[in-house]
């Protein structure tokens, strides 16, 4: 027995060394692996047949040494929604009897199953992998025992009428029509989805549901088991028509819920995923069997406009031309309902159309009287480089008065003399490819990108088991034939959460939330759990929808969305209501701008890591759990993040103090060394912080030796997130890494060849030799190619937080030094400056370098120690904005209490500091030491100040400190 347990242990720990070193191989993903040309196999739903165990009643398919599928009564090879591919290579398994018990033995996992005339119980079966040096056992108790012991949740389909939080815990919602679904990962190291009869594709060219309901047990097979002993087929909130259909027991609870639970002879179909707390790799392997988070279209994780109100070609125009002349960055236009023909008066009138719906509210039809030529205000849009989605409520189908309804009619067989409608019957092949071609498809010869599936009419239309129309419509739109263009322009898509299998059909809008503190700081939670199902790409109503969303609390919503999955405004019909961001005070506006304007240079790093979430399965936002599943903190600080491999965010979700004006927030720092983006601070974990901050700072930290990759900051604002940059800013956070590494990822962000090879991969680095003081730097010549790619670029380099070089070249060649300029067009050559206020050592390459070359730059020292970057002053980079913030307060004091400049020079010189750097970096030393003393004798400047009033005087010291 200790033989055998000893080789069990050898087994898994060469699995886990084998896994590791894929793992190390695969992060270079982004460089190596992605330049060979290899195309996606076709998803087979069949298993492997060596990968097969067949015990009496029971058949075990051992899909990978951590997922293993079980299934009583019965075998289904067909895909279903939520798996679609078990024909994976068979991994090594051992099958062996321990008396009458069959075991499965896999380097993770051991199944151990007792043949038996009844369906998997507890009596019969149980699985058990080892865990920090535990073994843990799952058997399939009643519901209720350790069902959801650990799981850190997943999502549900909507936020729709919340204010604050709902439940995610599918034990608790009772409520059918959210869909509601566990996470694929567990503290207690291992979950078990249940599969069992879910809806099915059929093997038709475009895949079909198949239209089917499953036996219900015997009453004797529902009554023998004991109701101590129930198993749930499904959540609480399952429909009574879904249980019956999927073969299950029903009975109605004292408390008027519907009990469904499995008969003793009832088909099973569970997955058992055995990863422990390996949870990356548990989502790795979901997608093998479920399918691959798609990439969305590169301008997708632009900057989105919407708003619900009754705007014509005119106000559009207007609201891209607001846009531009002010620099802000726009990618998308969303036009709610009112872009077709609509009947307010005679809704409010509670009339309904022929399908019992509020008329007015199904539309396909432009309302020619707000856009009398749609194409051409379409073409308008293309030519400024904005994309274009129109809402949809489809439920009352093809009305009588609609453009296409005579077409529509003939083609499903009714005559249009009759004006009888059309009725919508999603689940209907020939309805829909009929209104996918006749009706959509017009919509679409005229430029419309993408549709918003606001689908809100109800979870019950499709009349076959489980399936509901939020998730079907998510299939249909994002796999149809009709629409994009034979299979080589990206599917896209707006639309909720339709159960599990949805993160295939991405992105998600989360619905109409009520503008509150509590909404948005449950967003940023609810999130990062819908991660634990693979649906990472959320798009949220940024500002709230239901109401006002006053300027402060709109400012952090906004600074959430630079740091989210998507970035999309919008609101209710309401003139008191707006989320164009220069319609508030311009401290607001300001900020705002700041946050979009980040949003949008960062779209190279988050491009590259949504290539990603493709490859291995991983979201662009990770919990901290993801990467440190041994740390309590990681699991308590449930509201912060990698953003990507190397940005950890915790965004600001509570108001600033009414005495400081600052907001308090706890961090956790995990193990390793980050830097702070806006203040320079540098900080090695594990260690929690607490730290305050203005309205204008977003907690954010980089991992030291990253090399972030970002558009310049000149870039222009329509379209620019589509756009391949010929020109980078590279950003390197050394802090205490003495190398660091970026692989960009890029391809040409419209079309499916991102599948098949056509992309390409860049490779970054840097080094700093201390034997020389030397920081080089080398952009490693690109490998791969695509259509759009730019055959040379130039480059802007920054590295924050480090020393003036005394030498900087390119190539060899010295490169002069020139003064700070505001932006990378404004210099004329390559050079090399430096910026005071972030302590910055900035390179610009403005000559284009050929991308299949190398290009080094070296910044060489002698009157400073590169290899030990400076800590200037704790939080300096903050401290001059808090302190130029802190000079305006002062100011104002005038001729309101007496104040003197003469009163808090140290302030300000101290203010300016940033400014003499700039002017004369060679000074900096000095500088540095006499910004210490300034700020010491600041603090005791403003506390001498009798005059000023107590409140100004709190919140002018708060600023004085980071």
């Known amino acids: 027995c200790d033989v055998s347990i000893l080789r069990s242990k050898i087994i898994v720990f060469a699995e886990k060394m084998k896994f590791l070193l894929s ?74 009897k321990d008396g ?6 896999t380097p993770a996992v051991k199944v151990r199953y007792l043949p038996s005339d009844d369906t998997f119980s507890a009596d019969n079966l149980m699985a058990s992998i080892e865990l920090n040096g535990k073994t843990v056992t799952w058997q399939p108790n009643p519901t209720g025992n350790a069902t959801l012991e650990g799981n850190l949740l997943g999502t549900v389909r909507t936020l729709d009428g919340a204010n604050g939080s709902i439940e995610l815990n599918c034990y608790k919602q009772y409520r059918g029509d959210l869909h509601c679904q566990l996470g694929l990962v567990s503290t207690q190291g291992y979950v078990v989805v249940d599969d069992t009869n879910h809806p099915q594709f059929d093997n038709s ?100 406009y919407s708003r619900y109100w009754a705007y014509d070609d005119i106000g559009d125009m207007e609201i891209v031309g607001g846009y531009e002349q002010r620099s802000i960055p726009l990618d998308v236009l969303v036009t709610d309902m009112d872009w077709h023909i609509t009947f307010y008066k005679e809704a409010n009138e509670g009339k309904k159309d022929q399908a019992g719906e509020t008329i007015g509210w199904t539309g396909f039809t432009w309302d020619n009287h707000l856009f009398p030529d749609p194409k051409a205000f379409l073409d308008w849009c293309q030519e400024k480089g904005i994309k274009n989605t129109l809402n949809l409520h489809p439920a009352s189908g093809m009305q009588p008065w609609e453009e296409k309804y005579s077409e529509m009619a003939v083609a499903m067989g009714i005559d249009p003399k009759t004006n009888k409608y059309v009725p919508f019957v999603p689940s209907d092949l020939k309805f829909m490819t009929n209104w996918l071609t006749i009706v959509l498809g017009e919509r679409e010869k005229e430029g419309i990108d993408f549709w918003w599936l606001d689908w809100q009419q109800g979870e019950a239309w499709i009349k076959i088991p489980l399936v509901n129309p939020t998730f079907w419509l998510n299939y249909v739109f994002f796999t149809t034939p ?66 006002i969303s006053p300027p402060e609390l709109y400012t952090r919503w906004v600074q959430w969305g630079a740091f989210s999955p998507m970035f999309r405004t919008h609101c209710t019909k309401n003139p008191l209501v707006d989320r164009r961001i220069w319609v508030y005070p311009p401290v607001n506006y300001k900020i705002m701008r700041q946050a979009m304007r980040l949003r ?154 991102y599948i098949s090879g056509e992309f390409a991969n860049t490779s970054v680095s840097y080094k700093i030799d201390s034997s020389s003081s030397m920081l080089s730097v080398t952009v ?62 900035i390179i610009n390459i403005l000559t284009k370098q ?98 000023l009033k107590d409140s100004v005087k709190v919140e002018v010291l708060s600023l004085l400190s980071i």
């Open 23 to 96: 793992s190390v191989l695969f992060s270079g993903v982004l460089l190596s692996s992605l330049t060979s040309s290899t195309s996606l196999p076709e998803n087979d739903p069949s298993p492997n047949p060596k990968s097969v165990v067949q015990v009496g009643k029971a058949r075990f398919t051992v899909l990978t040494n951590h997922l293993i599928r079980m299934e009583w009564g019965g075998s289904i090879d067909a895909a279903t929604f939520a798996f679609i591919n078990r024909n994976l290579p068979t991994p090594v398994f051992n099958v062996s």
């Open 100 to 105: 009458n018990w069959t075991i499965i033995q």
């Open 205 to 304: 060219q475009w895949p079909w549901v198949v239209n089917q309901t499953f036996p219900q047990p015997q009453p004797d097979s529902c009554a023998k088991v004991e109701r101590e002993n129930r198993r749930d087929c499904g959540f609480p909130g399952i429909s009574d028509f879904d249980c019956i259909g999927k073969g299950c027991c029903l009975e109605k609870g004292s408390n008027g819920i519907p009990m469904c639970y499995y008969g003793i002879d009832s088909y099973q179909d569970l997955y058992f995923f055995g990863h422990g707390h390996d949870y990356k790799f548990a989502l790795k392997e979901f997608t093998l069997v479920s399918g691959k988070i798609p990439l969305p279209p590169r301008y997708a994780f632009g900057i989105f």
């Open 482 to 547: 009709y629409q994009w263009k034979n299979n080589t322009v990206r599917p896209f898509l707006l639309h909720r959460w339709g159960g599990l299998g949805n993160h295939r059909y991405q992105v998600g809008f989360s619905g109409d939330v009520v503008p509150s503190w509590a909404s948005l700081h449950f967003q940023v939670y609810f999130t990062l759990r819908a991660t634990n199902v693979g649906f990472g790409y959320w798009s949220h109503d940024l500002g709230g929808h239901l109401g």
């Open 600 to 753: 949008a240079s960062l779209i190279p790093y988050i491009y590259s890591n949504a290539r990603y979430a493709y490859d291995e399965g991983l979201s662009l936002l990770r919990p901290m759990y993801y990467e440190f599943p041994e740390a309590p903190e990681s699991y308590t600080f449930d509201r912060q993040y990698f953003f990507g491999s190397d940005i950890l965010a915790a965004p600001v979700t509570q108001p600033v103090s009414e005495t400081t004006g600052l907001a308090t927030k706890e961090i956790w720092i995990p193990k390793g060394t980050y830097i702070s983006w806006f203040t320079g601070e540098l900080l090695t974990g594990p260690q929690t912080i607490t730290r305050n901050f203005t309205l204008s700072e977003i907690p954010v930290y980089i991992r030291a030796g990253t090399i972030i990759p970002l558009r310049t900051d000149d870039f222009g604002p329509l379209g620019s997130a589509q756009e391949i940059p010929s020109e980078l800013k590279l950003m390197l956070f050394i802090g205490n890494a003495e190398e660091g590494s970026l692989h960009l990822y890029e391809d040409d962000g419209v079309t499916n060849g």
């Open 780 to 841: 490693g010549p690109t490998k791969g190619n695509f259509s759009s790619l730019p055959s040379a670029r130039a480059y802007q380099i920054h590295v924050p937080n480090f020393w003036p070089a005394d030498k900087v070249t390119l190539a060899g060649k010295e490169l002069p030094y020139v003064a700070l300029r505001d932006s990378f067009d404004d210099y004329s050559m390559d050079s090399w400056t430096y910026d005071g206020r972030t302590l910055s050592l």
């Open 850 to 947: 050929p991308v299949s070359s190398p290009v080094l730059v070296v910044a060489s020292y002698g009157s400073y120690t590169a290899l030990k970057p400076y800590t200037f002053y704790p939080g300096y980079v903050g401290l001059l904005g808090r302190l130029q913030q802190a000079k305006q307060l002062l100011d104002m004091q005038w001729n309101v209490d007496i104040v003197y400049q003469e009163d808090y020079f140290a302030l300000l010189n101290a203010t300016e500091t940033g400014r003499r750097i700039t002017y004369n970096p060679t000074n900096i030393i000095t500088y540095a030491e006499d910004f210490g003393e300034y700020m010491k004798n600041a603090v005791q400047e403003v506390e001498a100040l009798k005059n």
